[in-house]
């Protein structure tokens, strides 16, 4: 007689359709992944995949959805509708829950979540527990991964007698020591000072890409997911608004929240004044004078638009040497080090910031904005978000 499936036990997943990548690619794949809370869809119905060493950030302000999601994929939490898969097993659906444990993933945080009263070497040993390997040959593997993390010497410590920067380096090796499926982080530098997180960013990279490790990090800082991200999925209200390569979210958002959300200098309102050219770029007028926008063009001509302007897209000329640019005048100026960011204010009183300059312009002085029309994204003044 069969065995009834236990808890936790799992279920392969189905099998593809001739267009998606074969199943061996993909580490973790959600598909209608849905989690309510009463009245509140906190994800809503979620497709997603991750590709076998794919490092995929989703980025989200507060409230998204972005830890809900990650918590259903650990399994500590369970979806409302749905299912998970991680590599070719189903974990999680209607009627199957994986326990955590069983997963084979591992979870970092931005509360360490070390033991306190036990070595940072019996820290990382314990993630390979369940491995069952040899005493020794846990400690050699243990020790190797503190040594790539720097932080071998620091081995016999406990974790309060370490840095900030130290435990969350100890949490990572520990993470990553058991060689996880998806290593699963919840914005794992956001206790730290800047540039403690930019080291550690860099670390975190390096060591996911030498490990083949397939990650999953969620933030809400947008440097950090295009520093990090093979693939950046941003969260809106619970909903995947886009995934897509970092270059395409930055190049072409697909929506104003999108393109906000990932930094934009300001908004200017007009109307489209003409037909698309090859390039799929396309005259819009504005009070402040014509500009060319990229995007689909909303039809008819004369269709209101709003225009979002990322600051790498606008730039600084004198007025009096070139009259090409909307006329602005500068509110205000901050040193950055290789240039300066600049504060203007078009003729109809809209305001760009961070509009970058090599030369320091002064305070009200008369200048033109130049726009890179890559960069400047028209979408109906009528989108809803
Ligand atoms: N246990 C819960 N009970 C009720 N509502 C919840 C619960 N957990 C989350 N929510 C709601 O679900 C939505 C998504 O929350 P979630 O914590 O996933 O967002 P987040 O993107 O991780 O936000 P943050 O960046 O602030 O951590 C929010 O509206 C939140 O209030």
Same mark, same amino acid.
């Given at each position: 007689?069969?065995?009834?499936?236990?808890?936790?036990?799992?279920?392969?997943?189905?099998?593809?359709?001739?267009?998606?990548?074969?199943?061996?690619?993909? $580490? *973790?794949?959600?598909?209608? @992944?849905? =989690?309510?809370f009463g009245?509140?869809? #906190? +994800?809503?119905?979620? /497709?997603?995949?991750?590709?076998?060493?794919?490092?995929?950030?989703?980025?989200?302000?507060?409230?998204?959805?972005?830890?809900?999601?990650?918590?259903?994929?650990?399994?500590?939490?369970?979806?409302?509708?749905?299912?998970?898969?991680?590599?070719?097993?189903?974990?999680?659906?209607?009627?199957?829950?994986?326990?955590?444990?069983?997963?084979?993933?591992?979870?970092?945080?931005?509360?360490?979540?070390?033991?306190?009263?036990?070595?940072?070497?019996?820290n990382?040993?314990? $993630? *390979?527990?369940?491995?069952? @390997?040899? =005493?020794?040959?846990?400690?050699?593997? #243990? +020790?190797?991964?503190? /040594?790539?993390?720097?932080?071998?010497?620091?081995?016999?410590?406990?974790?309060?007698?370490?840095?900030g920067?130290?435990?969350?380096?100890?949490?990572?090796?520990?993470?990553?020591?058991?060689?996880?499926?998806?290593?699963?982080?919840?914005?794992p530098?956001?206790?730290?000072?800047?540039?403690?997180?930019?080291?550690?960013?860099?670390?975190?990279?390096?060591?996911?890409?030498?490990?083949?490790?397939?990650?999953?990090?969620?933030?809400?800082?947008?440097?950090?997911?295009? $520093? *990090?991200?093979?693939?950046?999925?941003?969260?809106?209200?619970?909903?995947?608004?886009?995934?897509?390569?970092?270059?395409?979210?930055?190049?072409?958002?697909?929506?104003?929240?999108?393109?906000?959300?990932t930094?934009?200098?300001?908004?200017?309102?007009?109307?489209?004044?003409?037909?698309p050219?090859?390039?799929?770029?396309?005259?819009?007028?504005?009070?402040?004078?014509?500009?060319?926008?990229?995007?689909?063009?909303?039809?008819?001509?004369?269709?209101?638009?709003?225009?979002?302007?990322?600051?790498?897209?606008?730039?600084?000329v004198?007025?009096?040497?070139?009259?090409?640019?909307?006329?602005?005048?500068?509110?205000?100026?901050?040193?950055?080090?290789?240039?300066?960011?600049?504060?203007?204010?078009?003729?109809?009183?809209?305001?760009?910031?961070g509009v970058?300059?090599?030369?320091?312009?002064?305070?009200?002085?008369?200048?033109?904005?130049?726009?890179?029309?890559?960069?400047?994204?028209?979408y109906?003044?009528?989108a809803?978000?």
């Amino acid at each position: 007689m069969q065995a009834r499936p236990t808890e936790a036990e799992s279920r392969p997943a189905p099998a593809t359709s001739p267009d998606s990548p074969p199943p061996s690619s993909s $580490a *973790l794949q959600l598909t209608g @992944l849905t =989690r309510r809370f009463g009245h509140v869809t #906190a +994800l809503d119905g979620i /497709d997603l995949t991750v590709n076998a060493g794919q490092f995929m950030v989703l980025l989200g302000p507060s409230g998204s959805g972005k830890t809900t999601l990650l918590k259903l994929v650990a399994g500590i939490d369970r979806a409302s509708a749905g299912s998970i898969a991680i590599g070719t097993r189903i974990v999680a659906d209607q009627r199957l829950h994986v326990a955590p444990e069983r997963r084979g993933l591992a979870m970092v945080f931005q509360q360490y979540a070390l033991w306190p009263q036990v070595s940072v070497l019996a820290n990382v040993v314990y $993630a *390979l527990d369940r491995l069952h @390997l040899p =005493r020794q040959e846990s400690r050699r593997r #243990a +020790l190797a991964m503190l /040594d790539r993390v720097g932080l071998v010497r620091l081995a016999n410590r406990r974790p309060p007698e370490l840095s900030g920067g130290e435990q969350q380096r100890v949490a990572l090796a520990r993470a990553l020591v058991a060689r996880p499926a998806v290593l699963l982080c919840d914005e794992p530098l956001s206790n730290l000072d800047a540039d403690l997180r930019e080291r550690l960013r860099a670390e975190i990279a390096t060591l996911a890409r030498e490990n083949d490790t397939t990650v999953v990090y969620i933030t809400h800082d947008q440097v950090e997911a295009f $520093a *990090l991200a093979d693939r950046i999925g941003v969260l809106q209200d619970g909903r995947l608004v886009q995934c897509d390569l970092p270059e395409s979210v930055y190049h072409a958002p697909a929506t104003p929240f999108v393109a906000r959300f990932t930094g934009v200098a300001g908004e200017l309102h007009g109307r489209v004044a003409g037909r698309p050219d090859s390039a799929g770029r396309f005259l819009v007028d504005t009070p402040n004078g014509p500009l060319a926008a990229s995007g689909p063009a909303p039809e008819p001509l004369g269709s209101a638009v709003t225009v979002l302007v990322r600051p790498a897209a606008a730039r600084l000329v004198p007025s009096v040497d070139d009259d090409s640019g909307l006329l602005s005048r500068v509110r205000d100026v901050a040193y950055r080090g290789h240039g300066y960011d600049h504060l203007v204010e078009l003729a109809d009183g809209t305001l760009l910031t961070g509009v970058f300059a090599e030369q320091r312009y002064q305070r009200s002085e008369e200048v033109r904005v130049r726009l890179d029309p890559s960069g400047s994204f028209a979408y109906r003044a009528d989108a809803s978000a």
